[in-house]
């Protein structure tokens, strides 16, 4: 290959030649060219691309890559989408490198009709039928039969002609294949492997060994029985002409490429990048077979896969005319700005799908909100309305702006600028954002959807530049024109009646779609045959999109089923948190984005905590509490009653919190409606993790106890509707293993025990004394006063439970302490006496019990006779009056009693 110093615009080139993988299908398609060109200057403001450019047999071909490591549709969409822009007179698009074969099920007794590895198959099949398929992109119908919904446009007919005029040259053997082959000849990787390793399993025969073993250990008893090819056929380059199946993963199961193949009407060859080029581009997709996508792949046929895919596109490209490709007629479309791919593994929310329709073919400027909880799919509904709305309406014009930041908004802009070609775009100087507002606001530039994703900080918006004299909000740079629409994606409900009049509410998924995307994205699909399994699987990730993406993409990173995931998030709340705080590949977020959902909300948990600080403590407070059934009577105080409800209701625009009930506005609650809310149960884990990267868990739960014991009473039936509330929220922070105020802990064990008490949960309070007597007895002493409480509180559970000798044995041990530490004549001391009393006479210990009794009532006859004495002496003679009275009275209580027992 000879290189010049050769240097065309961009417009020049009319042939694009796409090999996403650059470690494998760039050095072949490199060695194909005759002459390599200088690359001409182009914008990088929208274009971070690396292009090839040269000749082959006359063609003005450019060929791009993605970065190493970086493959995929979602990539190869990155690719692709600016390279198109860049080079507008692109006629001609082929896509070449690497497959999987999927072999026929009933092998033919002609080895060269049969798929082998170094095999080439061109996306054209001849059936009149789409050439390329996105297999893992349909809709399940009553008959249990997948009808495909994605597919490629097929190659220009040109193309088309040129194979068939190459498959009759090759059958006369007038090609010129060898003499392609010729160039790879001095890479010694383009050596043919040798056919000993073209070994075929059945499909239910799985790998066995490490991945580098090359099936030494797997079962031979398992090969396919067919016809093998020949020394000569080591030259030759055998190409197949058959469907192609796209989808966003890699396969690696026999038994599910069959599955593949059967749903998309015999595709001979399954990959993940083809999925990746423009919606409305004509693209011939050529593959070279480097397995058979099962478990027994690896790397020995890639480079010459590779190089046989390679030269056969040199091949077919020599038999059309430069000229004729020259002369096509361009693609006629409206622009196209969006980052991502579409999402294969997108079902369901047809609802949804149906409400941005209608709005987006009003012609009246229509503003639209999606809002939704912080990985909930809103992105990839407004990603999927996108592809949609471009296959209904292809004369539209679709662009997208992030709104993280007023940066991300800014280069956004100036890449619709450059694409639309804007006078004056490119000056340094250039009000980029009046001049795009001002071309799109003009009915002239046609029909247009804007979409403006992650608008979740409308300060970003809203606010005006500190550094920007005279600058205006990014709001005020909207573009408004009839002919035009916009779509808002925000996490925050909010935010999204700020943006727009009219919003569309997304939650998760339901039990039927979220179970189709685990089937489209699991690798194993044998793990989905245990319905309980993946029911439980669903629930722990409640039924949300991206943290269903998060977990398989672990399971299938890791190989385990999701049964062992089930167990890791169960085992404990650090593993739950570090599960979801794994990062993981999303073809359909920010390359600068974590994806990680717990990360995703700790940003919403950052910006509640700068615009709404009551908001955040509620939150906080909440994530000490069971996040369930969390009365709004047992938050924190608020100053006043308008902080609190704008409060609530931020986490609930947020979608943290749902109210358990509707606002009653009854007659006695018309002063102090007390709403019931619920935190969302991953929201409730990730904010207790959010708290303990910030070492602000430890002082939520201290706040979180002296809470509790404020607002929850020692038993009693007063308002006890009220306190029953609380109980459940107050077991839970007394047990956390971060609740160390000692003296707050155990005031809030006493009122648990006696509420416990009060509602008959007899052995629950038993359980929470006994915690609190030991706390006590090691803290405060076995004589401390709040001990012997505990003691008696004790004593009086056993009690209840008919457990009446234990409960004695307490009492007496009480009474023993309390006539050391007070006195016989102690109040305190008369009480323990009356409690012994009672469990004496519950065991039938009638004289014991009459004897104490007897004691008891003359020590308070006593005792009062000496308290109205006192009283008398003070002259306080009304008070010493009533406690003579109430002496007497006890007297003869005395007397009557010893008279009858006597």
């Not at 804007?422 to 954002?433: T, Y």
């Not at 749902?658 to 904010?687: I, S």
């Not at 020692?714 to 308002?719: A, N």
Request: hydrophobic letters at 35%; glycine letters at 6%.
């Amino acid at each position: 290959m000879a290189s010049s110093n050769t240097q065309l615009t961009c417009a020049d080139y009319h042939v694009a030649w796409i090999c996403p993988l650059a470690d494998v299908e760039l050095l072949p398609a490199y060695l194909m060219l005759d002459e390599e060109h200088s690359t001409p200057p182009y914008s990088q403001h929208y274009d971070e691309n690396t292009y090839i450019c040269g000749t082959i047999n006359g063609h003005n071909v450019v060929i791009a890559t993605c970065p190493p490591g970086e493959t995929g549709n979602v990539n190869a969409g990155r690719l692709t989408g600016p390279m198109f822009k860049t080079f507008p007179n692109i006629r001609m698009a082929v896509l070449v490198g690497i497959g999987g074969g999927i072999p026929s099920p009933t092998p033919s007794e002609d080895s060269l009709k049969n798929i082998h590895l170094g095999d080439v198959v061109v996306g054209l099949p001849g059936d009149g039928k789409p050439a390329c398929v996105y297999h893992d992109r349909g809709r399940l119908k009553l008959d249990g039969k997948t009808e495909i919904l994605g597919t490629m446009q097929n190659p220009d007919w040109r193309l088309a002609d040129a194979l068939g005029i190459l498959a009759l040259k090759y059958k006369l053997g007038q090609t010129t294949i060898p003499k392609q082959l010729e160039r790879l000849r001095s890479h010694k990787e383009f050596a043919h492997p040798g056919f000993q390793h073209d070994r075929l399993f059945s499909a239910t025969c799985h790998h066995n060994g490490d991945y580098e073993s090359n099936c030494e250990a797997c079962d031979q008893d398992e090969l396919v029985q067919r016809p093998q090819r020949t020394k000569d056929d080591k030259n030759k380059v055998v190409f197949h002409r058959g469907r192609i199946a796209t989808g966003t993963s890699v396969i690696q199961d026999g038994e599910l490429r069959d599955q593949i193949s059967a749903r998309c009407d015999g595709a001979l060859c399954v990959e993940m990048e083809a999925a990746g080029v423009d919606v409305n581009r004509k693209c011939l997709v050529i593959r070279g077979i480097s397995d058979y996508a099962d478990s027994h792949k690896n790397d020995v046929w890639k480079s010459y896969a590779a190089g046989n895919a390679a030269a056969f596109t040199r091949e077919l490209l020599c038999r059309i005319q430069p000229n004729v490709v020259k002369n096509m007629e361009g693609v006629i479309e409206a622009p196209w700005i969006v980052p991502f791919t579409r999402p294969l593994s997108f079902v369901g929310r047809e609802t949804q799908l149906a409400q941005l329709s209608t709005h987006i073919s009003l012609e009246d400027c229509q503003r639209l909100a999606i809002y939704g909880l912080g990985g909930c799919g809103k992105t990839a509904l407004a990603l999927e309305s996108a592809y949609r709305t471009r296959e209904r309406q292809p004369t539209r014009a679709i662009f997208w702006v992030p709104a993280v930041s007023r940066e991300s908004f800014e280069q956004a802009y100036r890449e619709i600028g450059m694409v639309l070609r804007i006078p004056g775009i490119a000056d340094a100087k250039a009000d980029v954002k009046r001049l795009v507002k001002t071309r799109l606001s003009d009915e002239d530039s046609g029909q247009w959807l804007m979409i403006i994703d992650n608008a979740d900080d409308t300060n970003v918006l809203f606010d005006l530049p500190e550094k920007e004299n005279g600058a205006n909000r990014l709001i005020d740079y909207l573009p408004h024109s009839r002919r035009g629409s916009i779509v808002f994606t925000t996490r925050t409900r909010k935010a999204a009646i700020k943006l727009a009049p009219n919003d569309v509410e997304l939650g998760q998924l339901d039990e039927r779609e979220a179970k189709e995307v685990l089937k489209k994205i699991l690798h194993q699909k044998v793990l989905l045959e245990d319905d309980e399994v993946v029911q439980q699987f669903l629930e722990i990730l409640t039924f949300l999109p991206l943290a269903i993406v998060q977990a398989v993409a672990f399971i299938n990173e890791n190989g385990i089923p999701l049964t062992e995931y089930i167990l890791i998030f169960r085992n404990s709340e650090r593993d739950a948190t570090n599960l979801l705080s794994e990062e993981f590949e999303d073809q359909g977020r920010y390359r600068d984005t974590k994806n990680p959902v717990a990360t995703t909300w700790y940003i919403s948990f950052e910006q509640i905590r700068k615009q709404d600080e009551l908001g955040a403590e509620y939150l906080s407070f909440m994530a000490c509490t069971t996040g369930e059934s969390i009365p709004a009577s047992l938050l924190p105080p608020s100053a006043s009653r308008l902080g609190r409800t704008k409060a609530i209701g931020t986490l609930k625009a947020y979608a943290f919190i749902t109210e358990r009930q509707p606002q009653e506005e009854r007659q006695d609650q018309v002063q102090e409606y007390l709403g019931v809310f619920d935190v969302h149960a991953l929201v409730h884990l990730a904010t207790r993790n959010w708290l303990r990267e910030r070492n602000w868990w430890y002082s939520t739960v201290d706040k979180a106890l002296t809470r509790l014991v404020d607002v929850l009473p020692p038993g009693g039936h007063d308002k006890r509707v009220v306190w029953t509330a609380y109980l459940p929220h107050a077991t839970h922070v007394v047990d956390l293993p971060e609740a160390y105020e000692v003296e707050a802990r155990m005031s809030l064990l006493d009122r648990i025990g006696r509420c416990e008490h009060t509602i008959g949960r007899y052995r629950a309070a038993e359980l929470t004394h006994r915690e609190l007597l030991v706390r006590r007895e090691k803290v405060l002493g076995k004589e401390h006063p709040n001990t012997l409480i505990s003691m008696n509180e004790l004593a009086y559970a056993l009690s209840s439970q008919g457990k009446y000798k234990e409960a004695e044995n307490m009492y007496q041990e009480t009474l023993a302490l309390r006539e050391k530490i007070s006195g016989k004549e102690h109040l305190d001391t008369l009480a323990s006496m009356n409690n012994l009393t009672q469990a004496l006479s519950s065991q039938g210990k009638n004289k014991e019990a009459e004897k104490m009794y007897q004691e008891t009532l003359a020590l308070r006859e006593k005792v009062m006779n000496n308290l109205a004495q006192a009283l008398s002496g003070q002259g306080k003679y009304k008070e010493a009056e009533k406690m003579h009275q109430e002496t007497l009275a006890l007297r003869e209580k005395i007397s009557g009693r010893s008279t009858r027992t006597r």
